[in-house]
Each structure stands twice: as C-alpha cells, then as structure tokens.
C-alpha cells in the first residue's frame, strides 16, 4: 500500500494513491473517499461551533475526520480514532505526526458498536461522536447515544438512501420502524424517518434527542443531533415524531395524517410515511454561527450546505416540485422565478428546498400552488408572439 500526503482542508493526510484515482476507490487494505471531504468540512465547521471538546470518529479509517477535527477544531481537546483496521489506523498516526497532534489522539482498535456501549459510564461519554458507515447507521444509533454526554452531538451518516427515499419499503421498516415514500420530497422525508428512528431508540435508554442540523448530498442523509438525557427529555423527544401522508393523484400532502384514507383534495387514496420527525431539523444559531466558521476558513461547498437550511423550519416536512405540477397540469413547465412572485405576492414563504434537487417548500396550501403555476402558465402563453 503506497500513502501519499494529501491535503483537505487546513489538515495534511496520508491516504492510498489508487483512492484519488479509482471512483469508488477501494476498500482494501484501507480505505479514504475523498468525495466525503464536504461531510468532513461540516463536521469541522460544526465541531468547532459547539466549542469543540472531545471527539469520538468511530469509524476512522485513516483518520481523515479525526485528525482534521485535531488539528482545525482549536477546542477540541481529545479525540479518540476508532477502528478495527491497525493499517488503517497506522495511516492515521502518520497523520496525526505529520500535523502535529499526536498528543491530542487517542487510538482504539476495536468495533465501532462495541466500543460506543463501552462509553456509556459517567465521565466516559465523548462531546461529540461521528458514526459514519458504509450503508445503514441502524445497528449504531444506540450505542451512539449511549456514547455521547448530555448535552453533546451525535452525527450519523446514513448511505442506504434508496431504502430511506421508499425505493425499498419494506427494509426501511425492518430497519427504521417507518414507512418512506418514494415521491418529490423523499429526501426530506427519509431525513425525517432517521431522525425518528433516533428519537425512538434514545428514549429506550433515557435519552432525548434535538436535531441540529441535517443535509442530503450526493449517495448520503447525514444527521446532527444534540443528546438529552433523562426520562423527561425522551418524552419530549417523542412528542416530536409523527406522520405525514401525500396523494399520489394531485400531489397534495398532510401532516400530521388525520387517518382518513381518502384524499381532502381529489378523493384519492393516501400514501401515509411514518413515524417520523414532525417537529424542528435546525438549530438555528448553531448552524450560522458554524456556516461562518466554514466560510471563514475557506470551507465554501460547506458554507452552502449550512446556509441552504437557514429558515427551513419556516415551512411544512414537505416539498412542491413546479415541473412535475406542470406535468400533472398537462402544461407546459414554466420558471419557478414565475411561481415564486405569484405565491410571495400573496402572503405567502417561499424558499428553495435544501434537501432535494429541485422544488420548493413553502406554507401555501397545495391549491393556491397549484393556482400559481396556472397564473404562471398563461401569463407565459399570453406573452408569446402569435404566429402570422
């Protein structure tokens, strides 16, 4: 294996050549996605944010995560790499050298589950732990609460979108307890599913949580989430989670789902997705005040990623996609700039959607959305020269 010194961020590593050449690179003998550098700029930005503390990467490979919070994050003052690789982790002491934080560091050869439920005694829980797979967080979401002191931050990466955008129902119910849907605004809800299924599995233990911040980016949901502890805050947590339901013949979408089958709209039959997180994904503050940490060190694919979520608890867990109203309205699609003026000249929020491609979310009901593409739609036809 050939280790070549590559910089991300402020942080020197050493990752395998043929994991800068190969897409996906590959996963033997040890791996580094150098794709996940916006994942890891976020952690940084966030880490640093909340005062930074002890960091626990879980699945450090060659410690591209816990050597940059080391060495970026001037608060962090412990961080433990976790990983059943020693090659891996050999990668990752070389990093920490050549940055030099070593005496920051802490190694533990070991498996990521095992290792968190280790930490779940007073004095040994972590400020902030990363757990961060290949496919499904499910079977760490626990142990990575158990793991994390009052107070501090979980972040969870979820890889298997498909399973959590509804492409596989019935995974995401052996997996999360929750039924996805495969629609417009699937991202958003497969968000939403995790963040449940988190909520869900604290309160076994005790433990509430209270999102901070999430994001869906290319293949991955990733999730922060700050932990409560207390039977009190589990309860408050679960107040948190409910149901949405949506149309699959106009488009329109409800929650919480009032167990009425029947569409309001149309008389169609529902799709209900759930449990999910019903309440806030954004912590407002704490999110600015980490977009400026990213901006100001150069960290601008993460500055966005930050910003696109200022306001989004403004607006309903669900998003409008205009060209596929278009294409339910048999119209041709037409400028969201167009839409956008049509529902904000009538009182109504609107902003972009931070968790899917295209679409946006706003507090104006399915109708008047509706209304306002028509608008939009004839005032274009209008507008086009008549042929003589």
């Known amino acids: 294996m050939k280790l070549i010194r590559h910089k991300e ?6 990752v395998p050549d043929v994991s800068l050449s190969q897409d ?12 996940a550098s916006l994942n890891r700029d976020v952690s940084v930005a966030l880490a640093s944010a909340s005062g930074g503390g002890t960091f626990c990467d879980s699945m450090a490979g060659v410690g591209a995560r816990g050597v940059r919070v080391a060495n970026e994050v001037k608060g962090a003052t412990e961080v433990t790499l976790v990983d059943f690789n020693e090659k891996a982790l050999a990668a990752a002491r070389r990093a920490a050298a050549a940055n030099a934080v070593s005496r920051k560091l802490r190694f533990a050869v070991s498996e990521t589950g095992s290792f968190l439920f280790s930490r779940f005694g007073r004095g040994q829980k972590f400020d902030f732990v990363d757990v961060d797979p290949f496919g499904s967080p499910a079977r760490y979401l626990q142990a990575g609460i158990s793991a994390t002191a009052d107070g501090g931050i979980l972040s969870v990466t979820a890889t298997d979108t498909a399973v959590l955008c509804g492409v596989h129902r019935a ?14 605004f699937h991202h958003e809800t497969g968000v939403r599913i995790l963040l449940a299924s988190m909520a869900r599995q604290g309160a076994a233990i005790d433990a509430g949580i209270e999102p901070v911040a999430a994001h869906s980016t290319r293949h991955y949901i990733r999730i922060y989430a700050r932990v409560r502890a207390g039977a009190s805050a589990a309860e408050a947590s679960l107040e948190g989670v409910g149901t949405i339901s949506w149309c699959p013949a106009c488009g329109d979408a409800l929650a919480p789902h009032d167990g009425d089958p029947a569409c ?11 449990p999910l997180w019903s309440g806030k994904v954004v ?20 500055a966005e990623v930050l910003g696109s979520l200022a306001g989004v608890d403004n607006f309903p867990p669900w998003s409008f996609d205009i060209a596929e109203v278009c294409s339910r309205l048999k119209a041709p699609t037409v400028p969201e700039l167009e839409v956008v003026r049509r529902l904000t000249g009538g009182g109504y929020r609107v902003m972009r959607t931070p968790f899917e491609g295209e679409g946006l979310k706003t507090d104006a009901p399915y109708g008047d959305v509706v209304e306002a593409v028509k608008s939009a739609s004839s005032g274009a036809a209008a507008a086009r020269p008549r042929s003589a």
């Open 283 to 302: 912590d407002e503050k704490l999110v600015e005040d980490a977009r400026k940490e990213a901006a100001a060190r150069g960290l601008y694919r993460g």
């Open 9 to 14: 961020g402020g942080t020197v590593l050493l």
């Open 171 to 184: 995974t995401c119910l052996r997996r999360y307890g929750s039924a996805p849907l495969n629609n417009r």
């Open 24 to 35: 996906p690179p590959p996963t033997s003998p040890v791996f580094f996605n150098p794709a």
């Open 264 to 274: 309001g709209v149309c008389g169609g039959k529902l799709k209900v997705a759930g």
